[in-house]
């Protein structure tokens, strides 16, 4: 695949205390635009990285994190750490010194001594390139997803085609003050809406031609400190 320019476009997510800078970089043509992304955002069918999670979920002062990159189809993976803000650019480039990291997935970032953010990037052939800031703030862990449940807290069922099946995340532990929030993503079809708040379900679309087999649903929770935390799971579609 012959690499092309990246067309930077910025998104950022304030949450709570915790602030989650995200860029996407889209591969495109040179000066010629950028594709919106996904025409379908809860449809899995090209490589994607869906989040990027720290352990722990916050920098602590003189410990490793170790990050790893959530996502469907997901090759090797190269990254690159910086104490600063990525510029965007094409590509994005760490405006001081970089930090060393390497490839993998999951990986450990050394952070230095006296450093209160990194910034990492996470690189995957035929992927939007994703960027996340870690931060010294906030508590550090990660939220966790026990399972995909329907309304009633059953588990899912066989679908069948054309099916509009409500789906939940059930979530370990409280929320505290603000409520996580939850993306969804299938392998097929596609979710309506694909974020909810954590006691919200969301209806999961399967297509009226759908042939019988595994569907992949993917679940990622974030909470309000920018903890993040996924599940992978599959459903049967049967005639």
């Known amino acids: 695949m012959v690499p092309r320019a990246s067309c930077v476009a910025p998104t950022r997510f304030l949450a709570g205390r915790g602030r989650l800078w995200v860029y996407l970089v889209l591969a495109g043509v040179l000066l010629a635009g950028c594709d919106d992304g996904p025409a379908e955002p809860s449809l899995l069918d090209a490589p994607r990285v869906l989040a ?24 090797a993976i190269e990254w690159d750490a910086c104490p600063a803000p990525f510029v965007p650019g094409f590509p ?20 230095p001594a006296g450093v209160s953010e990194v910034w990492v990037r996470a ?80 209806l999961l679309l399967i297509p009226e031609d759908a042939e019988p087999g595994e569907v992949t649903l993917i679940a990622i929770v974030r909470d309000a400190d920018g903890g993040v935390g996924a599940l992978q799971t599959v459903v049967e579609v049967a005639p």
């Open 52 to 75: 990027i999670r720290g352990e722990p979920a916050a920098l602590v002062e003189g410990e490793d994190i170790t990050i790893e990159a959530i996502g469907f189809e997901l090759g």
């Open 92 to 111: 994005a480039t760490c405006p001081i010194a970089p930090i060393p990291v390497g490839s993998g997935n999951p990986v450990t970032v050394q952070v």
């Open 123 to 202: 690189t995957v052939e035929g992927a939007l390139t994703t960027i996340r800031r870690f931060g010294s703030e906030g508590p550090a862990t990660n939220p966790e997803i026990a399972a995909l449940v329907d309304d009633d807290g059953a588990p899912l069922p066989t679908l069948a085609p054309g099916a509009e099946q409500p789906v939940r995340a059930d979530l370990v532990g409280e929320a505290g003050d603000e409520r996580r929030v939850v993306t969804f993503y299938s392998t097929l079809g596609g979710f309506d809406p694909f974020r909810r708040f954590e006691e919200e379900s969301s």
